[in-house]
């Protein structure tokens, strides 16, 4: 079965779902297949203080709620579907869904976002969003007077780590080795900052935490030492995960130009890919801000680009 649209957006969280809202109200057929986290990332953290507009704070998951009924306002169709293949060699491009339908589109916008790298241990998925946090501008103002970790080398870690002293009473630094990826000058504030301490060849083992009822808390973490295999136990309130991104662009590999880590390029300032007609937003071409609020603004740009694309080639 082919449905024909304008507009396909691939892939929801704000960026995608921004485009959304803004491609049905300039009239243009837009559908949004949801891919295999509908609402992205945000569904993952708890509260969200840091987007204009909600003065008091709103649950990550219920946001997207809310962003999804204002796109379905102005007919912008949603889907829980993935897309599982692509074909953007000529116009009216194609996609495949996962539940056996294919849609056409004279234009395509990819906002399949980046997902945090995970350590991938059991305990973690336990404690994610509930002590463990891949986000420290997200999640840092909530540990406030609190002892936190961040785990990781690369400048990303360094950031978290001096951004989280605004907070935390103390921060300590997990590496696995002893030899940091970070520029010279994050390691050198990192070192210099006096509630900061390292704790190399270090990794974390196990989540320590409570679950009461429906309420679930990190309370401390068990750290082996790879050299000497000494393993102990510390109690922390937070651990933030700095240990790098994966852009979500598998399916488009040899398709749409990345950068070297996998982030899809954009020209210039602009949405537009290296194919005409398809555009980026979001995480997935952001490896810099990758907040809620810029991830809806370039959603924004990209349906402003593809609606003036679609004009230019008169449709
Ligand atoms: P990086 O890939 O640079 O660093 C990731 C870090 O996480 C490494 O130290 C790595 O260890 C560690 N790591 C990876 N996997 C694991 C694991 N499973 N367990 C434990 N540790 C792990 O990612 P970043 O996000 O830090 O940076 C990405 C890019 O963005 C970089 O180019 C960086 O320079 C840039 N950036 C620049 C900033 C700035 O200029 N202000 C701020 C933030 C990022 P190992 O070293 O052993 O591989």
């Not at 970790?149 to 300590?172: I, K, P, Q, R």
């Not at 994966?246 to 880590?261: R, Y």
Request: proline share 3%; net charge negative; charged share 25%.
């Amino acid at each position: 079965m082919t449905e024909n649209y304008q507009i396909v957006i691939i892939g929801t969280g704000p960026a995608g779902l921004t485009a959304a809202i803004y491609s049905a109200r300039a009239n243009r057929s837009t559908i949004v297949l949801e891919g295999p986290q509908p609402g992205g990332q945000l569904t993952q953290t708890t509260e969200v203080e840091n987007y204009p507009g909600f003065a008091d704070g709103i649950q990550g998951p219920e946001m997207m709620e809310i962003f999804r009924k204002q796109a379905n306002r102005f007919n912008a169709a949603t889907v829980f579907e993935s897309a599982i293949d692509v074909d953007f060699s000529s116009r009216p491009f194609k996609i495949k869904s996962d539940a056996d339908k294919e849609y056409t589109a004279d234009a395509v916008i990819i906002a399949t976002g980046a997902s945090a790298k995970k350590l991938n241990i059991p305990s973690e998925h336990k404690f994610y969003g509930y002590g463990i946090s891949g986000c420290a501008t997200c999640d840092g103002f909530f540990y406030r007077g609190k002892k936190v970790f961040v785990v990781g080398g690369g400048d990303t870690a360094m950031e978290d780590a001096l951004y989280l002293t605004h907070f935390a009473e103390s921060v300590t630094l997990i590496h696995r080795r002893d030899e940091f990826r970070a520029s010279k000058i994050m390691l050198d504030r990192v070192k210099e900052h006096p509630k900061i301490s390292l704790m190399l060849d270090s990794v974390i083992d196990e989540f320590l935490g409570e679950e009461k009822m429906m309420m679930k808390s990190l309370t401390g973490v068990k750290i082996r030492n790879v050299k000497t295999k000494e393993v102990t136990e510390h109690q922390v309130d937070g651990v933030f995960l700095a240990i790098g991104h994966t852009p979500n662009t598998l399916l488009f590999q040899d398709v749409i130009e990345t950068d070297d880590v996998g982030y899809i390029k954009t020209l210039g300032k602009s949405t537009y890919t290296n194919i005409e007609g398809v555009f980026a937003c979001g995480d997935v071409q952001d490896p810099t801000y990758r907040q809620a609020i810029t991830a809806a603004g370039s959603g924004c740009a990209a349906s402003i680009d593809a609606d003036r694309f679609l004009t230019e080639h008169s449709q």
